[in-house]
């Protein structure tokens, strides 16, 4: 009997494949809300089908592929049509450049998490995903949209795309999934998902940007506190040999001489 669990998960993954697709149709039809929603809606699928592959035991080295695939469409390619058909056009050539290499880097990360990955889902990434990357630019599209009826702030859009290209590439830490409830950090995280997913519910226009924005502020507050206190580390390190240095040089056995 043919195996048939591959399917389930897989079925996760081409729903995200044709949100993305959608995404990228709505955006050359000048829909950007439309577009914005297909993004976070492949978001969605895309966090299903890893943990429907894990429930059915159905993770296979082709469905990393065909999801890495995906993700590129979805979250790669979709919000560099977004932003550029509604803002980055405006800044001609530059802007070009500015949304291929977010594609670019979003390419890399992704090539680099397939070398990288196991079969079982780790609790932390290195460098920002690109679902996150691309969640939280579809977020704030809706998040403008909302608040001004277009999309603003040319300076942020640009800071956005070029700290998202360089956060992918990065080996900034990340925060993975929960794993179950046995550790305080697990269950940390639960709570973080449950109170996120409240204010999801309660107004999901004005919320998914903040709480995707806080995420990837997150991850680089703790790296420059990792880097400092590493930087500590290496300084009380370095004190310590030097002083061990100049007592091993100024200590002289003592001369002792004994009568016979």
């Not at 932003?83 to 291929?100: D, M, P, Q």
């Not at 919320?207 to 420059?224: D, N, S």
């Amino acid at each position: 009997m043919p195996n048939i669990r591959p399917i389930f998960p897989g079925v996760f993954t081409m729903g995200n494949l044709l949100f993305g697709f959608l995404a990228v149709l709505s955006a050359f039809d000048g829909e950007a809300l439309h577009a914005a929603w297909f993004v976070l809606v492949a978001a969605f699928l895309d966090g299903l089908d890893g943990t429907v592959a894990r429930i059915s035991k159905a993770s296979s080295k082709i469905g990393i592929e065909l999801d890495s695939l995906a993700d590129l469409m979805s979250f790669g390619l979709a919000p560099a049509m977004i932003f550029y058909s509604f803002k980055l056009f405006e800044f001609g050539k530059w802007g070009f450049v500015i949304g291929f290499i977010y594609v670019m880097c979003g390419a890399f990360r992704l090539a680099r998490f397939n070398v990288q990955v196991k079969s079982e889902e780790k609790r932390h990434f290195v460098g920002l995903p690109i679902p996150m990357a691309g969640s939280t630019l579809a977020a704030y599209t809706i998040f403008t949209y909302q608040i001004w009826g277009e999309m603003r702030s040319n300076e942020l859009v640009i800071t956005m795309m070029v700290v998202f290209s360089a956060l992918m590439v990065s080996t900034v830490e990340y925060e993975g999934k929960p794993r179950g409830f046995r550790t305080f950090a697990d269950r940390v995280k639960w709570l973080a998902i449950f109170v996120c997913s409240i204010l999801v519910i309660v107004e999901p226009r004005l919320t998914i940007f903040p709480i995707c924005a806080g995420y990837i502020v997150f991850g680089i507050g703790r790296e420059i506190y990792r880097l400092f206190k590493s930087g500590q580390v290496a300084r009380i390190a370095q004190k310590e040999i030097r002083f061990r240095s100049r007592i091993k040089d100024e200590w002289k056995p003592p001369d002792l001489k004994f009568k016979e």
